[in-house]
């Protein structure tokens, strides 16, 4: 026999019935929220040409993605790496209207191949938010907002953002002499968190030593306001390492006003690890789990890749993060699925599908059962059941007249032997279903 781990793909995952549940709910609670900020939600394409979304995205992300022919075309198709990018396909195209801004928001998979040892997922479940046509700090304020919105909406606490802007560090780097090639390097590095390599590099091309203190300094410049002084007096009089600053310090100024800074981190450091940001970025993390439950940022000239030019703001979640994160916490997302189990023997199988259909009608889930042999002799059996089940209570029909069997409810949840048993009309068994208060049917 093959070892289990041969039979399904790495860093992929079967998701079963209870679980399945618990993220829809999760993902339907996400899309509601932001549908009452104006995003509405859009379904991707799976798999797209691959020199038609090479344009938007960076060499290191191609090389990720999972690749084959189209029989029709001889084309090569890719599957979906990053929604962000088919998104600003799809605007640049026109798909999305001209009445600007444009908010989308969308639930998705994303596909990259990861080694093994990095301990990465290579099917990612999102849920993901953009707004595009906009370019105002008042932009950035609300997507920072929203994303803080939202983690509360699910119950999430504890979680921090770090926000920042790629563009003074960029600025660093572009002044401190460094080869296109030892800036790219470089970014990557800073993206990782990885200061040893940013350190390497920067000596590799030997940058000044001036300079090569203050960008080994700003991956630690993290805080409040007082991180944008420090950044203004590296800047000095230089505009392209000021605007970056004023920016951030004209977002911050907004999220005071809508009273959710202290959830906010400025951090100088922050980079996203896609190569299109060209703005304001942002992380989330939490104390309950070590990497972070997703970001996003600015991305002014992704769309101009395509042919249109149209400024944009985004962020996407990673929905396993987000279930891990919740249940560390104690919380986890309901999954809304409790069916009303009718049990009854063979020959009421009728009625059984009858008094099934009018719950069904009535609003609820239900399943059937068959009894091989009468309650008095099954109760055992079908008590272990329930139990299995997290169901405390059954509805079973009893009675030789299938036209008028008995309904009764009957109840698992108390030591007695046999269970009890309610008798019940059809109108009290539809009430007392719409009291959960009594037990789990």
């Known amino acids: 026999m093959k070892p289990a781990r041969s039979l399904i793909p790495i860093g992929t995952a079967t998701l079963l019935p209870h679980t399945v549940q618990s993220v829809r709910r999760l993902e339907e609670r996400l899309m509601a929220f932001a549908a009452h900020w104006g995003y509405q939600e859009i379904i991707l394409p799976t798999f797209e040409y691959l020199d038609v979304l090479a344009v938007g995205l960076a060499p290191e992300v191609l090389e990720k993605c999972y690749k084959f022919a189209d029989w029709a075309s001889g084309r090569v198709l890719v599957l979906r790496p990053d929604a962000t990018a088919q998104i600003a396909r799809m605007v640049a195209m026109g798909l999305g209207g001209d009445d600007v801004p444009l908010r989308f928001s969308y639930r998705t998979t994303v596909f990259r191949h990861e080694p093994e040892h990095r301990g990465r997922d290579r099917e990612v479940f999102q849920v993901g938010f953009e707004r595009m046509g906009d370019d105002s700090v008042a932009a950035d304020a609300e997507m920072v907002t929203l994303l803080v919105e939202v983690l509360k909406q699910v119950g999430l606490s504890n979680c921090k953002i770090s926000l920042g802007h790629v563009g003074f560090l960029k600025g660093l780097l572009s002044r401190s002499g460094l080869s296109l090639s030892g800036r790219k390097q470089a970014e990557i590095a800073v993206a990782r968190k990885d200061l040893p390599l940013l350190e390497e590099i920067l000596e590799h091309e030997r940058a000044p030593r001036a300079t090569v203190k203050a960008i080994l300094e700003v991956p630690e410049r993290y805080g409040t306001i007082d991180v944008l002084r420090w950044g203004k007096g590296i800047a000095g009089k230089d505009r392209s390492l000021l605007a970056p600053l004023v920016r951030l310090e004209q977002v911050y100024e907004l999220l005071e006003r809508n009273e959710v800074h202290e959830t906010v981190v400025l951090d100088l450091g922050e980079f996203r690890g896609f190569d299109y ?23 002014n ?141």
């Open 277 to 299: 940001y060209d703005g304001v970025v942002f992380d989330i993390f939490t104390n309950s789990l070590g990497s972070e439950l997703g970001g996003g940022g600015r991305y």
């Open 301 to 441: 000239h992704l769309v101009g890749r395509f042919g249109r030019e149209l400024p944009a703001i985004g962020f996407g979640l990673d929905l396993d993060r987000l279930f891990s994160a919740l249940d560390r916490q104690g919380i986890t997302p309901p999954n809304g699925f409790h069916p009303v189990a009718i049990v009854a023997p063979s020959h009421l199988k009728r009625a059984s599908f009858s008094l099934a259909q009018s719950l069904r009608h009535a609003g609820h889930c239900v399943v059937e059962q068959e009894l091989e042999k009468s309650f008095k002799h099954s109760w055992r059996q079908l008590s272990r059941q329930m139990r299995g089940q997290r169901t405390t209570r059954v509805v079973l029909l009893e009675g030789r007249n299938e036209q008028s069997p008995a309904i009764s409810i009957v109840d698992f949840s108390y030591p007695s032997n046999p269970p009890r048993q309610q008798p019940v009309t059809l109108p009290q068994l539809i009430q007392e279903l719409k009291n959960p208060s009594h037990g789990h049917f």
